[in-house]
């Protein structure tokens, strides 16, 4: 079935640091990419999300790109905030009636000032 | 608009009661979402709803567990004979409409503790 790997957190970085999280995923079609964000005692919300092979995907300054030869969906920023602390969750959707999104484990980064 | 609501918050029962869950979608979303979210994990799909009807159940972990859309708005997550395992934060979410590419907006989650 599908499954989505991702780096095991905490990842604590200091304040204007470049910022990873890797995503790999296992499908058996063509899926859409998403990473999900959670604050600080609030719900998911989408961050970002791609829809097809090379599409690159950005918000609030993070960006990833949907590679199919690697099948990975990293999450990348060029300089990190305070407030970009969170819990970050990359998923995919397979589609074709099968909707629901499959969830990695998320990754909880803490931004030091 | 509101966003996705979900009522109780908190939920605490015994184990072996009856407990129902409730879910409001964003208005006009014809696509609702149930997953399930275990201390450190990433949210599990349980059941999809296109409209009234059940599309995809595949995520359901047994017969104790139930959802019902009755007029394609509001949807009840109802689990039987509950069991310690079950605790965990229970999650909807929903789209303008069904498809990979969509976009779910999640409601803030009811946490349930079975003792």
């Known amino acids: 079935g599908d499954s989505v790997t991702q780096m095991e957190g905490p990842v604590t970085l200091s304040e204007e640091a470049f910022l990873t999280i890797n995503c790999t995923y296992t499908?058996?079609?063509?899926?859409?990419l998403f990473w999900y964000v959670q604050y600080p005692g609030e719900g998911l919300q989408l961050l970002l999300k791609a829809t097809k092979a090379d599409d690159k995907g950005s918000n609030k300054g993070f960006e990833a790109t949907y590679r199919k030869e690697t099948t990975s969906f990293h999450l990348e920023k060029g300089s990190v905030q305070v407030s970009d602390s969170a819990v970050y969750f990359c998923?995919?959707?397979?589609?074709?009636?099968?909707?629901?999104?499959?969830f990695g484990k998320g990754t909880h980064l803490i931004i030091q000032p | 608009g509101a966003g996705v609501s979900q009522t109780p918050s908190n939920k605490v029962t015994e184990k072996g009661k009856y407990v129902e869950l409730r879910c409001d979608p964003i208005?006009?979303?014809?696509?609702l979402y149930w997953y399930r979210q275990s201390l450190g994990q990433g949210p599990e799909f349980l059941i999809y709803?296109?409209?009234?009807?059940?599309?995809?159940d595949s995520g359901l972990p047994n017969d104790r567990f139930f959802a019902v859309r009755p007029e394609g708005s509001v949807s009840t997550l109802k689990i039987q004979r509950t069991e310690r395992g079950d605790s965990a934060v229970y999650l909807c979410?929903?789209?303008?409409?069904?498809?990979?590419?969509?976009?779910?907006?999640f409601g803030p989650g009811t946490r349930l503790l079975v003792l």
């Open positions: 979410a929903s789209s303008l409409t069904s498809g990979d590419q969509e976009t779910q907006y």
């Open positions: 998923a995919l959707s397979e589609g074709g009636g099968a909707d629901g999104l499959t």
């Open positions: 709803f296109q409209g009234t009807g059940a599309a995809d």
């Open positions: 499908a058996t079609g063509y899926p859409s």
């Open positions: 208005s006009g979303h014809t696509a």
